[in-house]
């Protein structure tokens, strides 16, 4: 019974690890897409938008953390 329960606190430790990792390049992505399409003046608005979406889920990735107490 000991084993399961490890097994299931790594399991958890990966999961969220492997989604922070996830939320901070998928963020980081978005920046440089924003960027990109901050670069021409038609796609501006929607650059600045996907730019700032981008770093707050960069953000959030980094520091955000959901604790199961709460």
Not at 24 to 49: K, Q, S, Y
Not at 56 to 67: H, K, P, Q
Request: aromatic fraction near 8%; proline fraction near 1%.
């Amino acid at each position: 019974m000991v084993a399961t329960s490890t097994r299931r606190s790594w399991i958890g430790t990966a999961e969220a690890i492997l989604g922070h990792a996830a939320a901070v390049v998928v963020g980081f992505v978005m920046m440089v897409v924003g960027l990109a399409l901050g670069v021409t003046m038609i796609m501006l608005p929607v650059g600045v938008v996907v730019g700032l979406a981008g770093v707050a889920l960069f953000v959030g990735g980094l520091f955000y953390r959901l604790d199961a107490k709460s």
